[in-house]
């Protein structure tokens, strides 16, 4: 995601200061960050520093071009200084999702350097025409906690629908599905793609996402349908 001249906002879990994001020391919150900038047009960017729990999901409609990067220590001027290999990590503690955008046409919602994990069972649920992509972050332990013989178990990193275009470059899909053995979901576990225009995975990494049992009875035992991806028009 090449960096912007866009002035970005400024944001920590819970914000600081007057909490306008116009600096490290008055940081906005990341709830709050994330639906103000959703809202606008153009090119905006949010920096995000340290680490965020969220208590509830985020439902946006992203209607301009909004990247979400993380990694910052809380005193940077630029990307660039950000300490190497730093990824912030939005958490949804096993007990909420994180993020249902709709992005509109022709618009991009982009993380770099962001880690969205533990979600109750999606960590992003991408709707609308308009495209999402991941740089250098991490889609990881989602749906852990889906209890026995559930529906739609599919798409626990990444479900994307809607249209556009769905791309990933450099990222780590690891442990997404639910501990329990026995599920009725087609798989596609960490990414389920529907009627997307193009989907693109360029060195990633998947690990140990789903599992290899989908039903039970001895007459019924079967491998799920694409177990790290699952995709349909």
């Given at each position: 995601?090449?960096?912007?001249?866009?002035?970005?906002?400024?944001?920590?879990?819970?914000?600081?200061?007057?909490?306008?994001?116009?600096?490290?020391?008055?940081?906005?919150?990341?709830?709050?960050?994330?639906?103000?900038?959703?809202?606008?047009?153009?090119?905006?960017?949010?920096?995000?520093?340290?680490?965020?729990?969220?208590?509830?999901?985020?439902?946006?409609?992203?209607?301009?071009?909004?990247?979400?990067?993380?990694?910052?220590?809380?005193?940077?001027?630029?990307?660039?200084?950000?300490?190497?290999?730093?990824?912030?990590?939005?958490?949804?503690?096993?007990?909420v999702n994180i993020i249902q955008p709709t992005v509109d046409a022709d618009k991009t919602l982009a993380?770099?350097?962001?880690?969205?994990?533990?979600?109750?069972?999606?960590?992003?649920?991408?709707?609308?025409?308009?495209?999402?992509?991941?740089?250098?972050?991490?889609?990881?332990?989602?749906?852990?906690?889906?209890?026995?013989?559930?529906?739609?178990?599919?798409?626990?990193?990444?479900?994307?629908?809607?249209?556009?275009?769905?791309?990933?470059?450099?990222?780590?899909?690891?442990?997404?599905?639910?501990?329990?053995?026995?599920?009725?979901?087609?798989?596609?576990?960490?990414?389920?793609?529907?009627?997307?225009?193009?989907?693109?995975?360029?060195?990633?990494?998947?690990?140990?996402?789903?599992?290899?049992?989908?039903?039970?009875?001895?007459?019924?035992?079967?491998?799920?349908?694409?177990?790290?991806?699952?995709?349909?028009?």
């Open positions: 995601v090449p960096f912007s001249i866009v002035k970005p906002l400024l944001v920590t879990a819970e914000g600081a200061g007057t909490k306008d994001g116009s600096s490290w020391e008055n940081a906005m919150a990341w709830t709050d960050a994330l639906a103000s900038c959703a809202a606008l047009e153009g090119e905006n960017e949010i920096w995000l520093a340290g680490d965020v729990t969220v208590s509830a999901l985020s439902t946006v409609t992203v209607k301009g071009d909004l990247t979400v990067r993380g990694g910052f220590a809380g005193t940077e001027t630029s990307p660039a200084e950000r300490p190497a290999n730093a990824i912030s990590t939005i958490s949804g503690n096993n007990a993380f770099e350097r962001v880690a969205l994990m533990r979600a109750s069972k999606r960590a992003v649920n991408k709707s609308g025409a308009g495209n999402i992509s991941f740089t250098d972050c991490e889609l990881s332990g989602n749906g852990r906690t889906i209890g026995h013989n559930q529906g739609g178990v599919e798409g626990l990193g990444l479900y994307a629908s809607g249209g556009g275009s769905a791309t990933l470059t450099r990222c780590k899909l690891e442990g997404n599905g639910p501990t329990d053995y026995i599920q009725e979901g087609p798989g596609g576990f960490a990414i389920r793609a529907s009627g997307l225009s193009r989907l693109t995975i360029d060195d990633c990494v998947f690990l140990t996402n789903g599992l290899w049992t989908a039903s039970q009875g001895d007459a019924d035992l079967r491998a799920h349908r694409g177990i790290a991806i699952y995709l349909s028009n």
